[in-house]
């Protein structure tokens, strides 16, 4: 008989982000460093007579990228009937990847009940659902490149603290891109991916901006957009300065903010044995 388990589904920050022109497919290349971080949703998936899904935490639409991965799964496996359980944390519409990283928590979660192999086909159903997930299923630092396909693995820094921060605003992807492809922008010509920088905090809204200049302000030794955005962070010396900030954060605009630490590439990949 299968076994229950319990897949971690961490959220994303992008340490550095360049973003080309659209293709005539309308894609954007992009050139990209991706950290997982400590903000989580967990997914809970078991045997059962039929098939459930049930969401705790938010509300998705009936096409979701949880739904999509699973027909498309289905197309290359035998995928039984399963209970699945989402307990959403990572907020939509963020910049924070908590979609993708739901679908990539699906694909680790079929392949450590048996039901698909960690192979080309899977890889291709990541890169179908999403320009992100394929990051998930490689976890903690990476770098990315062409449509966020090509990955490289990247050795784990020394794990420090952050603020993630989500104004109460949401940034549909599609529109920040529109955005961004109205901008004059050279984007090969920032090729220093060891420092903080993002494409996208050109066309961010006054709400994402203010966030930054506040977590600096704060004690924030850098901060910046994460993706399209919403959602914002810091980096902070010790958890104690980033509580601090987060709670001053929290008095000063309506919103959320997190106080979590980096994930190494075994922290963001668990699956756990459920009940």
């Excluded at 990541?126 to 394929?134: F, L, R, Y």
């Excluded at 949401?170 to 984007?187: F, M, N």
């Excluded at 959602?231 to 900030?245: D, I, L």
Aim: net charge negative.
């Amino acid at each position: 008989m299968l076994a229950s388990i319990k897949v971690v589904c961490p959220a994303k920050i992008n340490t550095f982000l360049s973003v080309g022109p659209p293709d005539r497919r309308k894609y954007h290349p992009l050139r990209t460093i991706f950290q997982a971080v400590g903000l989580c949703d967990t997914l809970w998936m078991s045997p059962a007579s039929e098939f459930s899904f049930e969401i705790v935490g938010a509300e998705l639409p009936a096409e979701n990228t949880v739904s999509k991965t699973l027909r498309m799964a289905g197309e290359i496996a035998a995928i039984p009937p399963l209970r699945i359980r989402l307990e959403k944390q990572i907020p939509m519409q963020s910049g924070l990847g908590g979609g993708s990283s739901n679908a990539a928590g699906v694909l680790r979660g079929l392949c450590a009940m048996g039901l698909m192999k960690p192979n080309s086909e899977m890889a291709s159903v990541a890169s179908v659902i999403g320009a992100d997930v394929p990051f998930f299923l490689v976890g903690g630092r990476a770098r990315g490149e062409g449509y966020g396909d090509r990955l490289t693995a990247l050795p784990d820094p020394k794990p420090y603290w952050l603020v993630v921060a989500k104004p109460e605003i949401g940034i549909p992807t599609a529109e920040a891109y529109w955005h961004l492809d109205g901008v004059d922008r050279d984007w090969q010509a920032f090729p220093q991916e060891d420092l903080l920088y993002n494409d996208f905090e050109q066309v961010a809204p006054g709400e994402c901006l203010d966030v930054i200049e506040h977590l600096r302000v704060h004690g924030a030794t850098d901060a910046g957009l994460s993706g399209s955005g919403s959602a914002v962070f810091g980096r902070f010396e010790t958890s104690e300065s980033a509580q601090r900030a987060a709670d001053r954060l929290n008095g000063e605009f309506v919103g959320q903010a997190w106080v979590v630490s980096t994930l190494s590439r075994s922290q963001s990949l668990v699956v756990e044995n459920g009940p």
